[in-house]
């Protein structure tokens, strides 16, 4: 789709669908509501285009800010993402069970 809102929107996850479509007009959902069902016809994806188009038409505005370009390297409060805050692993699993007899 060349006149995408959002670049890739034909290999978009239904969560970025989600998030992307969250500042476009209703005319842009309705737009990428076509082009899906068109095209790839992804259930999840139409759900969400569908769903978004009754929340517009039941009073909700598009949200401020470009949804044009994903967040990289910082949360959405600013704080770094690094894999050095990643939690530690823990110890391995038991695995196997001790075997119980009775009466013997």
């Not at 969400?48 to 967040?71: C, I, K, N």
């Not at 894999?83 to 069970?97: E, K, M, S, T, V």
């Amino acid at each position: 789709m060349a006149d995408a809102p959002f670049p890739d929107f034909d290999h978009a996850t239904v969560d970025t669908v989600k998030h992307r479509i969250r500042s476009l007009s209703r005319e842009d959902v309705q737009g990428l509501l076509d082009h899906e069902q068109a095209h790839a016809s992804r259930m999840p994806v139409v759900e969400v285009l569908r769903t978004r188009l009754s929340e517009l038409d039941a009073g909700a505005e598009p949200s401020g800010g470009d949804q044009t370009e994903a967040r990289g390297g910082e949360t959405s409060h600013g704080s770094p993402v690094s894999p050095d805050g990643a939690a530690q692993p823990g110890p391995p699993d038991r695995h196997g069970l001790r075997q119980v007899t009775w009466g013997g």
